[in-house]
């Protein structure tokens, strides 16, 4: 075993300390803390939805772009942009 390589072939005593990891295990605390908050701070919100109809069995699928207020800034400041979708059919099939 590894530990018979060591001096005297016996494990050392205070290998398994907890207070001397407890500095890497606040590290390693603080590091998850600030990943998990900067994916909720800098996560795109949705600039408008897009709004897909397919009540209409003789066409095609009808795609509708509604932009909420004060997405139009957004769509010229950034390459890419979010859109929540919503699947609605506004003709009724009796």
Known sequence: MIFE??????IPENI???????PLIWLLVGI???LLVSRFIF?????GS????QSDP??????FLEIDRGGMDDIYKKQTVRL????????SHK
């Open 43 to 47: 996560k795109d919100k949705p600039i």
């Open 50 to 53: 897009l709004r897909v109809d």
């Open 16 to 22: 398994f300390r907890k207070e001397e990891h407890m």
């Open 32 to 34: 998850l803390i600030g």
């Open 58 to 63: 003789d066409s095609g699928t009808y795609l």
């Open 84 to 91: 929540r979708v919503k699947i609605e059919d506004y003709i």
């Open 5 to 10: 390589k060591l001096p005297g072939g016996k």
